[in-house]
């Protein structure tokens, strides 16, 4: 579980994100959404210890980042920068990721295999398409095989079928019983794959509760017909 304690992150007199409290449940896809500049990649930055916070805490099943002795096999990621060197083929990619990791060669291509990206597996990354390098980002995420996953804003600019294919994947890893925290902007992608919904606002929590929930208090049980 990812637990976040009045954490809060000033950039200069700029707070990006402003006293967040809020816990990630296990084994269900929560959403995190919230406008352009509501702080999510910041929040999901400071939940990796890739930057840190003014005050406040976050931990991962009681931890911080910096602490999990194999954190690969805790939580992977997929962040909005692309990480992947442009020289180097998707599976040395994941290769030397997996070795710094002590995770099994066999990994990288069961991964490859999950993600489709087996027949370009030996290419060089700077040929992918925005989707292969979305899938290549997923399987680096998936490599560690870990509990919790977390993906800041996967379906931007994907086609609808790179859509339609990621909504399905977190969906089946919750079903496995995995924790899956999303980002998105979008309020109609997270109605369609979350469970749980955390709504930001400049950098503040607005909301915290069940998709249902959500649903029911925003949703109009009548219509009115003129004519
Ligand atoms: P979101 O991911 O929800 O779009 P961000 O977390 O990227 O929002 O940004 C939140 C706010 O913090 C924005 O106003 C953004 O301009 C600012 N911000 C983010 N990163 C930095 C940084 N490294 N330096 C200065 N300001 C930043
Ligand atoms: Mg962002």
């Known amino acids: ?11 200069g007199n700029k707070l990006a994100v ?3 409290s809020f816990q990630v449940p296990q084994g269900v896809v929560t959403g995190f959404l919230g406008p352009n500049g509501a702080g999510k990649s910041t929040t999901m930055r400071m939940i990796l ?5 003014t005050s406040g805490r976050v931990s991962i099943d009681g931890k911080g980042y910096g602490q999990l002795s194999e954190p690969l096999k805790k939580i992977g990621a997929l962040l909005e920068a692309k990480a992947v060197h442009p020289g180097r083929s998707a599976y040395d990619h994941l290769l030397w990721l997996a070795q710094s990791n002590r995770i099994p060669r066999s990994r990288v291509d069961e991964v490859l295999a999950l993600v489709g990206l087996t027949p370009v597996a030996k290419k060089r990354a700077k040929g992918f398409s925005l989707g292969m390098g979305q899938r290549l980002g997923i399987a680096s995420a ?8 977390m993906f800041d804003e996967p379906v931007n600019g994907l086609d609808p079928e790179g859509i339609l294919w990621i909504r399905n994947l977190m969906k089946g890893l919750a079903s496995e019983g995995r924790t899956v925290f999303v980002s998105s902007h979008l309020m109609s992608e997270m109605a369609l794959t979350a469970d749980h919904l955390v709504v930001i606002g400049k ?13 029911k208090q925003n949703a109009r049980s009548a219509a009115r017909i003129r004519t």
């Open 142 to 149: 998936l490599l560690g095989d870990p509990e919790i996953l």
């Open 49 to 53: 210890d890739l930057d840190r916070p």
């Open 1 to 11: 579980m990812i637990e976040l304690h009045q954490l809060t992150k000033r950039y």
């Open 18 to 20: 402003d006293g967040l």
């Open 203 to 215: 950098g503040r929590l607005l909301a915290d509760l069940s998709m249902a929930e959500f649903i």
